[in-house]
């Protein structure tokens, strides 16, 4: 039996160019021995939003060095890795071409193998390289471009529950945002306006609270957002405040309602899991400390653990892509051949439904 795998990981699905390498050795204990992203908030800050083909050309630019720069701080060359991993889908189309082809070609010049990876894979399963999560869990996915509560079996074995029909969580954030005139990304800027507010004044819509089915919806949130302000305008700090405190009131009552649905679900499939279950989330807006707050206090109440992995392996980076990698290559998996295909559509749970809007950003899915 090999004594480790080692892997280099590379992702630019969005808007970060990120490149990593990690091992993994036999006895079960890992290493991140670099992990590097460059993010293009500055290129897209001015438009309020992803620009693909600003996004693919800045990847372009940004890869090789940030490639190299991952090996050098990882003190190995490209034969000390035994394969390649690279972003494959879902994102923006441009960006995966940069990526996947960039695989590609050090794959065949270096003579390794090259794994194909779903963006989503690796952030369900970064948790089993950050805390040592055994199957099953349920992972819950808050980010620019998805909202997905997903039941994680197994490597390659998902199930969606739970997904947006309209906006992600993280957009809604971000068009909430622009439209109170607060900066690029929006997430931040709400929170931080939401803690000298007043979460009351405002009763905004909770859509879908109370429903069975376990989906979310937050466009209608929005269009609520969008009518106060335009009936008390011109607004004031103190309206803005108030304004975002409800909105972020409206979120985590969502939240509280569809997680603890999925919970319930949970526990009802897996009476007897023989550990602790456990909910994991992953994506940008698992920044937000009230929204991490609601879903401690769920996980308590309901008996299960809440597991949030460091911000920097909740955003996009390419340590979960190299992760993803290693698992595959653990259970055995054949890589993949070098006309692999990137996939901006490429749902993990490929028996769903692909719903209305289903919460994408540019192409995300
Ligand atoms: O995972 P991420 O970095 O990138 C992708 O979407 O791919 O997530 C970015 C999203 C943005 O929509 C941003 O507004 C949101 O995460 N976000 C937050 C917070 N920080 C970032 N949303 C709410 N509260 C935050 N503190
Ligand atoms: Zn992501």
Redesign the pocket.
């Known amino acids: 039996m090999v004594p480790f795998l080692r892997i280099l990981g590379i992702e630019t699905?969005?808007?970060?160019t990120a490149a990593a390498v990690v091992e993994r050795h036999a006895e079960g204990h890992s290493n991140v021995l670099s992990d590097v992203v460059l993010s293009q908030l500055d290129e897209h800050s001015a438009y309020g939003g992803v620009v693909p083909e600003i996004a693919a050309r800045a990847h372009v630019e940004a890869l090789d060095e940030l490639i190299e720069e991952a090996l050098k701080r990882a003190n190995v060359s490209l034969n000390d890795v035994d394969a390649i991993a690279a972003t494959s889908g879902p994102g923006l189309i441009g960006g995966l071409l940069v990526g996947l082809m960039t695989g590609k070609a050090i794959a065949r010049a270096a003579g390794k193998p090259l794994y194909a990876i779903n963006h989503l894979e690796g952030h369900a399963l970064t948790a089993r390289l950050t805390d040592g999560l055994s199957f099953p869990y349920l992972m819950l996915l808050?980010?620019?471009?998805?909202t997905q509560l997903i039941l994680v079996r197994g490597v390659g074995q998902y199930e969606r529950w739970g997904t947006t029909i309209d906006d992600?969580?993280?957009?809604a954030?971000?068009k909430t945002?622009k439209l109170l005139g607060l900066p690029?990304?929006?997430?931040?800027a709400?929170?931080r306006m939401a803690q000298a507010g007043n979460p009351d004044r405002f009763d905004f819509p909770r859509p879908l609270v109370g429903e069975a089915r376990l989906d979310f919806s937050f466009s209608g949130l929005k269009t609520a957002v969008r009518q106060a302000a335009q009936d008390i305008a011109p607004l004031s700090d103190h309206d803005v405040a108030d304004i975002c405190a409800s909105f972020q009131k409206a979120v985590s009552r969502t939240l509280k309602d569809r997680i603890g649905r999925g919970l319930q679900r949970f526990k009802t499939e897996f009476p007897t899991t023989g550990e602790k279950p456990a909910l994991v989330v992953?994506?940008?807006?698992?920044?937000?400390?009230e929204?991490r707050g609601t879903l401690q206090v769920l996980c308590d109440k309901n008996g299960f653990r809440f597991v949030a992995p460091p911000l920097s392996l909740?955003?996009?980076n390419a340590v979960m892509i190299a992760w993803a990698g290693l698992e595959r290559m653990a259970t055995g998996a054949a890589p993949d051949a070098l006309d692999v295909q990137p996939r901006s559509r490429w749902p993990l749970d490929s028996n769903a439904e692909t719903l209305i809007g289903f919460g994408k950003?540019g192409a995300?899915a």
């Not at 699905?13 to 970060?16: M, N, Q, R, T, V």
């Not at 808050?142 to 998805?146: C, I, L, P, T």
């Open positions: 699905s969005c808007d970060e808050v980010s620019g471009g998805h992600a969580l993280g957009e954030f971000d945002a690029y990304p929006g997430g931040p709400v929170e992953a994506g940008g807006v698992a920044a937000n400390l929204l909740c955003t996009d950003r995300k």
